[in-house]
C-alpha cells in the first residue's frame, strides 16, 4: 500500500520555524518527485515546493522562495520542508504527494494522482 505520512505541522508565531517530514512507504521512493501542497480553509491546494528523484532539483512556488527549503534522504525515504519566516496567510494544512514529473520539467509543482493523505496542520499566529 502507497503511503505519505507528514508530520511535524503545529502552532509557531509569526516569524517562526516549523520543519515538515514526509515518511513514504510501499513504494519504490527513489524513483519518484515528490511535492509538499498546502489547503487554506476554502481554497484549492496549492503546490508549494517540488524535488525532483534523479537528480534533487527543486521548485519553490514564488511566495516561499528564499524561506522554505525542501530536501530528501532517500535512504530514509523521506522528504522535509523546512519552513522560515512563516507568516499568518501560510496557515493550512501541508500535504506530502507524489509530484508530476512531466509537469515538473515546466516548473509546475502539481500532485501526479490527486490524492491526498490525512496531512499536517500549520497554524501561524499574528
Known amino acids: 500500500e502507497v503511503q505519505l505520512v507528514e508530520s511535524g505541522g503545529g502552532l509557531v508565531q509569526a516569524g517562526g520555524s516549523l520543519r515538515l517530514s514526509c515518511a513514504a512507504s510501499?513504494?519504490?521512493?527513489?524513483?519518484?518527485?515528490i511535492g509538499w501542497f498546502r489547503q487554506a480553509p476554502g481554497k484549492e491546494h496549492e503546490g508549494v515546493s517540488c524535488?525532483?528523484?534523479?537528480?534533487?532539483?527543486?521548485y519553490y512556488a514564488d511566495s516561499v522562495k528564499g524561506r522554505f527549503t525542501i530536501s530528501r534522504d532517500n535512504a530514509k525515504n523521506t522528504v522535509y520542508l523546512r519552513m522560515n519566516s512563516l507568516k499568518p496567510e501560510e496557515a493550512a494544512v501541508y500535504y506530502c504527494?507524489?509530484?508530476?514529473?512531466?509537469?515538473?520539467?515546466?516548473?509546475?509543482?502539481?500532485?501526479?494522482?490527486?490524492?491526498w493523505g490525512q496531512g499536517t496542520q500549520v497554524t501561524v499566529s499574528s
Open positions: 510501499g513504494f519504490v521512493f527513489d524513483d519518484y518527485d
Open positions: 524535488i525532483s528523484s534523479n537528480d534533487g532539483t527543486t
Open positions: 504527494a507524489v509530484a508530476d514529473e512531466m509537469k515538473l520539467l515546466f516548473s509546475l509543482c502539481v500532485s501526479r494522482f490527486g490524492a
